[in-house]
Nanobody, 126 residues
Framework: QVQLVESGGGLVQAGGSLRLSCAVS????????MGWFRQAPGKEREFVAA????????SYADSVKGRFTISRDNAKNTVYLQMSSLKPEDTAVYYC???????????????????WGQGTQVTVSS
């Protein structure tokens, strides 16, 4: 069974930085594409960033491009989301997710992902 556990969320001032981590259990982590999504109060869950199993390809939502960086360490079964220049509109619960399928480009749709973490709260104050 695959389990995902996010950490690193918290309260930060606008313009600040945070790094989220997602630890994944299971011996096949290196085969999964990984994604980060977020959900703000009253809004639908939305795509943030994704990385292919090899790390050779990444995708980002336009709203975070240039500010957020996704990376992974397959030896540690962990995926990261480095967030910089944070804005109040980045406030949300952030979820990591794993996609078992092999794709040339990491998926950006929620339905493509097979496993989900419980989420970590990120709050950006103005």
């Amino acid at each position: 069974q695959v389990q995902l556990v996010e950490s690193g969320g918290g309260l930060v001032q606008a313009g600040g930085s945070l790094r989220l981590s997602c630890a994944v259990s299971g011996r096949t982590f290196g085969n999964y594409a990984m994604g980060w999504f977020r959900q703000a109060p009253g809004k639908e869950r939305e795509f943030v960033a994704a990385i292919r199993w090899s790390g050779s390809s990444t995708s980002y939502a336009d709203s975070v491009k240039g500010r957020f960086t996704i990376s992974r360490d397959n030896a540690k079964n962990t995926v990261y989301l480095q967030m910089s220049s944070l804005k109040p509109e980045d406030t949300a619960v952030y979820y990591c997710a794993a996609d078992k399928s092999i794709r040339l480009v990491p998926a950006t749709s929620l339905g493509a992902y097979d496993y989900w973490g419980q989420g970590t709260q990120v709050t950006v104050s103005s």
